[in-house]
């Protein structure tokens, strides 16, 4: 039986070929594939940060209590270490966030570009091909 890494490779592997299979094949629509994907990002992005952002404010007032209560040295740094590290995490996540909001319009951009690029260079590979014979 093969392990779950192993798995997870060999899918990745296979994945790996079917999209370089498909680029060889011809031109790819992107924005297809694309689209949906985008679409859902967008629309999951504010109930996650709606989420998150209640979760980590429980998570930090728990964490403050619990360094509120500590009445041993030791127990009073871990928690605070705790709180810290909490903290720094949920920030990360919320510029995470918001940076991916922000540069969505670009994201996309640069697929449409991308779709187009490789669309007219496969359509001028098949007519050069064409042409040839």
């Known amino acids: 039986m093969l392990s779950n890494q192993k ?5 990745m592997a296979l994945v790996m070929m079917a999209v370089m ?10 924005n297809k594939v694309a689209d949906p994907v985008v679409n859902l990002i ?4 504010y109930p ?20 509120a209560k500590a009445e041993e ?3 009073r740094e871990k928690a605070k270490t ?16 918001v940076a991916l909001k922000i540069l969505m319009p670009q994201l996309i951009e ?3 570009e991308t779709g187009a ?5 496969a359509a001028s590979s098949a007519a050069d091909s064409a042409s040839a014979s």
Not at 85 to 92: D, E, M, P, T, V
Request: aromatic share 10%; charged share 10%.
């Open 7 to 11: 798995k997870a490779r060999n899918i």
């Open 21 to 30: 299979l498909i680029g060889v094949a011809g031109a790819v629509d992107f």
């Open 42 to 45: 967008n629309s999951l992005l």
């Open 48 to 67: 996650i940060l709606a989420i998150v952002g209640a979760g980590g404010t429980i998570y930090c007032v728990s964490l403050g209590v619990k360094y």
């Open 73 to 75: 040295p030791q127990e």
């Open 82 to 97: 705790h709180l810290k590290n909490a903290i720094i995490g949920f920030a990360l996540i919320f510029i995470l966030i």
């Open 110 to 112: 640069w697929m449409e």
């Open 117 to 121: 690029s490789s669309s007219s260079t």
